[in-house]
Each structure stands twice: as structure tokens, then as C-alpha cells.
């Protein structure tokens, strides 16, 4: 049910046609579309005042926020008197008004023009001269921080550019700003009912309707602060239900204990291992198929090979949609081993696990229903704020069970409430953000079909890419996608027809960061790259798509046609 109408022209996608040029000259920055506040500062008068920061050097090689005011004269926290600061500077609010002026004015949430930069890209040793980082016995003057923001701006990279596509994350709406400013201007820890009333309801029914999402008719789950720690919590909870005593007693004594990921599975599962005492060592890296997708068989020869060198198997870390290759390990049959090896079963769907809303793509997560636990990131494709992951797990109380350490000063039995709501003891937190919340607000304002159909759409954009790459003359695409990620080599006119010796992979290899370096300083585009050695595979692109900005399809042109542009000459 639709709560309340958000603005009608409420813009999450770039605009369906894009030059391959780009505007050559943002001197004045990208803050130049709204009107700014003229009772605070103009753009060129913050501009005058950056110019003024940097004609004074300060010895740390930075500028100084210096104008020759005493104390008295500067900083943003004097008492106000009506509303009027004792010194002048500012009226309360001022500042956050100016915030949400630089934010309106950069369309930094309703729409960057393709046109614009990506990023005024500075290298550290040019930035520190352009950004003063210096803090100072006295503050700033509003003025000073108007700069300030500005250059922030400026200088960063704009992750909700519609050619932004070199992380597995990309920009933010309307919405999901929202949800992000309510929890930090309402500033409370994610622990107990006492603290966070609205927040821990929120909560308690974001998890259960993702539990019921993944086909779990019950479960339990926690949010945390990234996909890596949250699948970390997967590794404690496995630990913990094949010994319980551990929890207080330690692992001395015990034989080694080992677990399987993928050879295309991410680091956090080695680094949890490492975190936890088991040990790197003790993850064993199990081979994947030209898909790279986890070999189930493989995977039973190598639990067997673990038993029979004295160590006990007790954990299996499957992926829905890998990092670079966005494969889906097939769960089904990876389920099957888990249960007749007594092993627990967490999925990473932390990219690919999006798939859950959409009823065209949900079939990549067959089997789901039959692990322990899931790992999720909404911050990810859907596209909610950095940072929102989510833990779920189908055994109920596992999580408190294995967290729990009864801080009686936080979480007392005889409160005034129903003390089921505390529920900060099953984290391995004490103090967490309200991560839930932002999630629950882009799926209650914006509503499970049209986040669907953007997912829907991000799909559907990778798909057209990938017809594109394998049709395009000095393309080669490295496999059909399975999520949204495209890997491909672009070979330059110089390369093309000639013998692919050994020496000409090493040439290829070269290509791909030498483009990402071009893109980078014109601020065209960004895409990231890399090699997979363990595939023998040179130096490729990874372009991932995200439903925010939704892709359309003349991005995607946009894409090959900018490559080979600016790699014509190599």
C-alpha cells in the first residue's frame, strides 16, 4: 500500500540518449543547475573563498583555513541567541541547508547528466594542495565550510553518474537519501527498544519479511556493517552449532577445523578464518567450472580429502553471483553434499541475491531454501545507502545463543517493556547503526514492483551489452552473463588478425588498465578491470550494471562506443 506520493518526477535514470563527448571544461564544477541560497553564498563567492584557501599554503603541503579571524570570530557551534549566532556567523540550520543546496545543486540525487564528469580526477600529491585537510585550533566560518563542501564535490567520484559502473554498487535516489538522513539526524544505537523504539520494530519486520522471502517459514537474522562481517556471522554461527563449548571454553584441543569456498568466492571468507583462529590456511579453495561456478563434485573430493588429513569439515561458503564473474553456484546439488557431510551452508548473495524480488531472475537461486544461513546487500544492485547488509539464518534462536554475553547494564529482564525488542546481545556489536531502517523506507515508499521491475531492467541491460560485445569487431566477450556483470577484452586495431601467441596475451593485458587510466582523467567513464589467474585469464573488463541509475540501453552503446574511442591509438 502506497503510504504517501513522492515527488512525481522522482529521477533514478540517465537520460536514454548520451553523447560520447563529454562537456571539456567543469572549471566552476557540476554545482551549476539550481539557484543557491542567496541569503548564504554564491557559487562564485564560494569559489573566491577556495581560490583564497589555496593562495595560502600551510607547511603540511595543504592550504590553511586562515583569514586572519581570532577564535571568537569563526566556528559553527557558537551559542545562538534567536536563532542568530553571538558572533554573526550563522543562523541555525544554515549549515544544513547549505548541505542539501550542494547536494540539489550537484543532482548528486535527481540525475546527473551523462555530459558531466564522472570525477575531476587529482592525483594524492595535487589534491592535498587543492583540499585543506588541516584541522585548526579555531573552526570554520560559514563561508569556509561552503567552500569546503564544494570541493568535496568537486574532487569526488560520482557514484550516480550513468557511466559510474566500477564497483558492485552505484548511486542513490531520492528515497534512499531519505532514509539514510532520518537515521543519522536521529542519531541512536540499533540495540535495544529503550533507545531505538521505531527502529527495532522496523527491524524485527524487515527480517522477518526477508526471512519468508528466501522460503524460510521461520529464522532470525541481524544487519551489519557489510557483507564481509556478515559473513563472518555465518562462520561463527557454524562454529558455534558444531561446538557449542567453543563459545567459552576456546579451540585448544581441537583438531583443525576447515572450510570450502569457491576459487571465485570472496576474501572475507579466507579473512574470517583468520579472525576467528582457524586459520587461512584451514579455507580450502575449491575449483569452479568455465562459468565459475563451484563444482559440487569437487567439492565432495575435497571434504574427503580434509577428513582424511585429520581436519573436520564443518563449513561450505556458496555464492550467488561471484564478484567478478557474477556466477551462481548451483545450490541444489551443493545442498546435497552439506547433508550428507553433516556441513553448514551459507550463501553469499550479497551481489546476487537481489534476485530474490524478481520473478524472472529468482530461478539463479534454486535451492536457497536449503542452506543455514544467507548474506545480503541492498547497498549493492538495489541501491540503497552505503552501508545496509543483512544476515539471515533459519535457525531461530542461534544467533542469541551464540552471541549473547547478558551486559546487565544494557539488556535487564525486568524493564518496562517488552524486553523481547532488545535484541542488540545477539550481535557481536554493541553500538550499530539503523541499518534497517533505510532499507525499510525504499522498500515502503517505493513498493516490491518497481524495485522488481528496476531489477528487472539492470538485467535486462546486461543482457543487450553482452549481445553487443560478441557482435562488435574488436570485442571479445569471456562468457554469457549470469548476473549483471559482463566481462569482456577489448582488442585494439593494432592487435587485431595477428597470431595470439603468448607474447600477444601479454600485450592484451596491458590494455585494459591503460584505458582505465584514459577514462579516468578525461572522467568519461569507470569500469573496473582484472586478471583471474587460477582461469589463466590476462587483464579484462568487468562492467556491472546496478538499478540505480537504471541502465538503458544507449548507456550500454555509449560504453563500447567510448572504448574504442579512447583506445583507437594503442
Known amino acids: 500500500m502506497a503510504c504517501l506520493t513522492l515527488a512525481a518526477s522522482l529521477r533514478v535514470a540517465g537520460p536514454n540518449d548520451q553523447p560520447t563527448n563529454v562537456k571539456p571544461n567543469i572549471e566552476a564544477t557540476v554545482l551549476t543547475t539550481r539557484p543557491t541560497l542567496a541569503t548564504m553564498y554564491s557559487n562564485s563567492h564560494a569559489l573566491q573563498t577556495a581560490n583564497q584557501m589555496r593562495a595560502k599554503p600551510h607547511m603540511n603541503g595543504g592550504p590553511r583555513l586562515d583569514h586572519g579571524k581570532t577564535p571568537s570570530e569563526k566556528g559553527l557551534a557558537p551559542h545562538l541567541t534567536n536563532g542568530v549566532s553571538e558572533n554573526g556567523a550563522a543562523a541555525e540550520g544554515e549549515l544544513l541547508k547549505m548541505v542539501l543546496d550542494v547536494v540539489l545543486r550537484a543532482n548528486l540525487v535527481t540525475g546527473i547528466d551523462a555530459s558531466e564528469k564522472i570525477l575531476e580526477f587529482k592525483h594524492p600529491k595535487e589534491l592535498k594542495e587543492l583540499v585543506d585537510v588541516e584541522v585548526e585550533r579555531d573552526g570554520c566560518s560559514l563561508e569556509e565550510a561552503g567552500a569546503v563542501l564544494e570541493q568535496v564535490v568537486r574532487y569526488s567520484v560520482k557514484t550516480q553518474h550513468p557511466h559510474f559502473y566500477n564497483q558492485l554498487f552505484g548511486g542513490i535516489d531520492e528515497v534512499a537519501l531519505t532514509g539514510a538522513w532520518m537515521t543519522e539526524a536521529l542519531n541512536t544505537s540499533q540495540y535495544t527498544f529503550e533507545v ?51 563459545k567459552r571454553t576456546g579451540m585448544h584441543g581441537h583438531k583443525p577445523l576447515i572450510a570450502f569456498t569457491s576459487d571465485q568466492g570472496h576474501y572475507s571468507v579466507s579473512k574470517s578464518a583468520s579472525w576467528l583462529g582457524l ?21 565432495r573430493e575435497a571434504v574427503a580429502a580434509a577428513r582424511a ?12 553471483g561471484t564478484t567478478v564473474l557474477g556466477a551462481y553456484d548451483p545450490l541444489e546439488q551443493l545442498a546435497d553434499v552439506c547433508d550428507e557431510e553433516d556441513l553448514w551452508l551459507h550463501v553469499d548473495g550479497c551481489w546476487g541475491g537481489v534476485v530474490i524480488l524478481s520473478k524472472r531472475y529468482k530461478h539463479f537461486l534454486k535451492g536457497v531454501d536449503r542452506a543455514d544461513s544467507i548474506s545480503w546487500n541492498p547497498h549493492k544492485m538495489l541501491g540503497t545507502c552505503l552501508q545496509c547488509s543483512a544476515f539471515l539464518t533459519r535457525h531461530k534462536s542461534l544467533l542469541h545463543q551464540c552471541n549473547s ?21 545477539k550481535s557481536v556489536q554493541c553500538g550499530r547503526k539503523v541499518d ?21 531492467d539492470t538485467f535486462s541491460a546486461s543482457r543487450y551489452l553482452s549481445q553487443q560485445v560478441a557482435a562488435r569487431p574488436g570485442f571479445r566477450l569471456l562468457q554469457e552473463p549470469q548476473c549483471t556483470n559482463v566481462c569482456f577484452w577489448y582488442i585494439p586495431p593494432s592487435m587485431r588478425g595477428r ?10 593485458a596491458k590494455v585494459a588498465p591503460a584505458l582505465k587510466a584514459r577514462m579516468v582523467r578525461q572522467g568519461t567513464l569507470m569500469i573496473g578491470y582484472q586478471p583471474i589467474a587460477s582461469k589463466n585469464l590476462v587483464n579484462f573488463f568487468r562492467m556491472v550494471t546496478t538499478c540505480t541509475p537504471t541502465p538503458t ?3 550500454m552503446d555509449f560504453v563500447l562506443d567510448e572504448i574504442e574511442r579512447l583506445g583507437a591509438d594503442l
Not at 551486559?407 to 523481547?420: E, G, M, N, P, S
Not at 522498500?443 to 531489477?455: A, Q, S, W, Y
Open 436 to 456: 534497517a531502517f533505510k532499507l525499510w523506507i525504499y522498500l515502503k515508499f517505493h513498493g516490491l514492483d518497481l524495485l522488481e521491475k528496476r531489477i528487472d
Open 405 to 425: 554475553a547478558r551486559a546487565t547494564y544494557l539488556f535487564q529482564q525486568d524493564k518496562y517493556y517488552d524486553v523481547t525488542y532488545d535484541t542488540g546481545d
Open 309 to 320: 588429513k585429520g581436519g573436520e569439515p564443518f563449513y561450505v561458503n556458496a555464492t550467488a
Open 499 to 508: 597470431p595470439e601467441t603468448p607474447e600477444w596475451w601479454v600485450k592484451l
Open 553 to 555: 540501453h544507449a548507456d
Open 196 to 246: 531505538a523504539p521505531v527502529f527495532m520494530l522496523v527491524e524485527h519486520y524487515v527480517l522477518s519479511l526477508l526471512v519468508r522471502l528466501y522460503g524460510w517459514p521461520d529464522g532470525d537474522g541481524i544487519f551489519a556493517p557489510g557483507g564481509s562481517v556478515s559473513n563472518m556471522y555465518s562462520m561463527v554461527l557454524a562454529r558455534y552449532k558444531k561446538h557449542p563449548h567453543v
Open 279 to 299: 586459520g587461512m590456511d584451514n579455507v580450502v579453495h575449491v575449483p569452479s567450472d568455465a562459468e565459475g561456478r563451484m563444482i559440487p563434485e569437487a567439492l
